[in-house]
């Protein structure tokens, strides 16, 4: 039997990203994005969110690095509208709204 004695080097770097959430709204901490030298990352973020029909407001903090998004959830619950930003973030909310008319569609079609 072999023992390794030497310790283990953390693999794992602490995340960069922070978030942190209330009844409507949702902090984002990302010194990358929000920060002062992350104007195209933050444009593109902005995009992305306010694809989200429920965004309703977006505050940046740069000196903070942060972004609180106000939300309406409306009918949704809590984890499909976080489903929805993360997906919107991702870049892959328009895909999936566009899977879902086609699907609406097909399902007027047959009725």
Same mark, same amino acid.
């Given at each position: 039997m072999v023992i390794d004695a030497k310790a283990h080097e953390k693999v794992t770097q602490p995340s960069r990203v922070g978030v942190s959430w209330g009844s409507q709204t949702l902090e984002v901490r990302d010194e990358e994005v929000f920060g002062t030298t992350g104007a195209e990352l933050c444009g593109r973020f902005l995009l992305r969110v306010f694809s989200v029909e429920e965004v309703r407001s977006v505050q940046i903090d740069r000196p903070q690095?942060? /972004?609180v998004?106000?939300?309406e959830r409306g009918k949704l619950g809590a984890v499909d509208l976080m489903q929805r930003? /993360? /997906?919107a973030l991702r870049g892959t909310h328009e895909k999936e709204k566009r899977k879902q008319k086609r699907k609406e569609k097909k399902k007027e079609e047959i009725l």
């Amino acid at each position: 039997m072999v023992i390794d004695a030497k310790a283990h080097e953390k693999v794992t770097q602490p995340s960069r990203v922070g978030v942190s959430w209330g009844s409507q709204t949702l902090e984002v901490r990302d010194e990358e994005v929000f920060g002062t030298t992350g104007a195209e990352l933050c444009g593109r973020f902005l995009l992305r969110v306010f694809s989200v029909e429920e965004v309703r407001s977006v505050q940046i903090d740069r000196p903070q690095s942060t /972004a609180v998004i106000r939300y309406e959830r409306g009918k949704l619950g809590a984890v499909d509208l976080m489903q929805r930003l /993360a /997906a919107a973030l991702r870049g892959t909310h328009e895909k999936e709204k566009r899977k879902q008319k086609r699907k609406e569609k097909k399902k007027e079609e047959i009725l």
